[in-house]
């Protein structure tokens, strides 16, 4: 099968990705085989492909957005999927069900957990596995390129607003304007927030605008209003400390996230006092996972997804970096 390796890990300029044939995977005990219909591109993949994530897996192959058709499955993959069926696999693959954390509801942060596309082989290639008991359901009334990019992008901007504890009605401000954040701002827009969206790109205030936003102004600018809560979706720590200015009393920074560069030295008296706070997002659990499908299956999300064939993963990983994606780009075998 055709497929993306990632080989040489750094910037993206230097080519850090081969374009590779490789045997079809086959399903273990308990997985599923999976055809690849659509691999959303997300910001986790280009950390990966250019070092700010190491390699947990030599070669292997990037992409946590997967829309797939089951094909096949191994032993003990269980009664809920049938071969035909159309399931979501998304970046959380494994957790070991055991721990404080797993047995508390908080497999998000389990010490063995694994993910696809960065300890197993992920969405860049014509078929992928996936344990069952990971794999999701997907609601009606989507395509396929539509789909993947909520299985991150959409599920992690789901968690990360309800680390903000947003009050109902309340002011949100989103630092970057990408794939997850353009799905997020409508999650919070349907339940009645007030979004403002400070955006590097033209392009990215164009699209907050039209989806609802109350403003748009740049990364650096002050929001209209100050804000019950904001999420930083853009990995640049310069970003926290008017983020944290830009809070009312009480309100929450959280941080979205697998990476962010530095963060310089924050105030006191200007940031953190009044109770302000930061908080970070790492992963999601599948109930997260479960309540965001099924709230956009309640409530039609528009997902802008420009579309790359599989063989130019390398240049929408580039247009990714370069800022040149409005929304969250779509690889399509």
Excluded at 65 to 76: L, S
Excluded at 137 to 150: E, H, I, K, N, V
Aim: proline share 8%; with cysteine; aromatic share 6%.
């Amino acid at each position: 099968m055709a497929a993306w390796q990632v080989v040489r890990p750094g910037p993206i300029a230097t080519r850090p990705l081969d374009h590779v044939t490789v045997p079809r995977p086959e399903p273990g005990p308990g997985e599923l085989l999976v055809a690849v219909l659509a691999c959303g591109v997300c910001r986790t993949d280009l950390h990966i492909a250019e070092g700010d994530l190491a390699v947990h897996r030599p070669r292997v192959i990037p992409g946590h957005e997967v829309v797939g058709e089951v094909i096949a499955a191994g032993p003990d993959a269980g009664p809920d999927f049938s071969a035909g069926d159309r399931v979501g696999v998304a970046w959380l693959r494994d957790t070991c069900g055991r721990c404080r954390y797993c047995t508390r509801g908080r497999e998000n942060l389990c010490p063995r957990s694994r993910y696809t596309g960065w300890d197993a082989d992920g969405g860049y290639a014509e078929f992928a596995t996936v344990p069952a008991a990971f794999a999701h359901r997907l609601p009606a009334g989507y395509s396929d390129t539509a789909l993947s990019p909520l299985l991150c992008a959409g599920i992690i901007g789901y968690r990360a607003l309800l680390r903000t504890d947003l009050p109902a009605g309340g002011r949100l401000g989103l630092y970057g304007f990408g794939g997850s954040a353009h799905l997020t701002a409508q999650i919070a827009l349907a339940q009645g927030a007030r979004v403002h969206v400070m955006t590097r790109g033209e392009k990215a205030r164009e699209l907050a605008l039209a989806l609802g936003a109350a403003s748009a102004q740049g990364s650096m600018d002050r929001p209209p209003e100050p804000l019950d809560a904001a999420i930083l979706f853009a990995p640049v720590g310069e970003l926290v400390p008017p983020a944290m200015e830009a809070l009312d009393r009480g309100g929450v920074l959280a941080i979205a996230g697998i990476h962010l560069s530095d963060i310089p030295s924050l105030n006191y008296q200007r940031h953190l006092f009044q109770e302000r706070e930061i908080r970070s997002v790492t992963a999601n659990t599948r109930a997260d996972a479960r309540a965001f499908l099924a709230f956009v299956g309640d409530h039609r999300i528009e997902v802008t997804a420009p579309q790359y064939p599989l063989d130019r993963a390398d240049e929408a990983l580039g247009d990714l970096s370069a800022g040149r994606i409005s929304g969250a780009a779509v690889l399509v075998p």
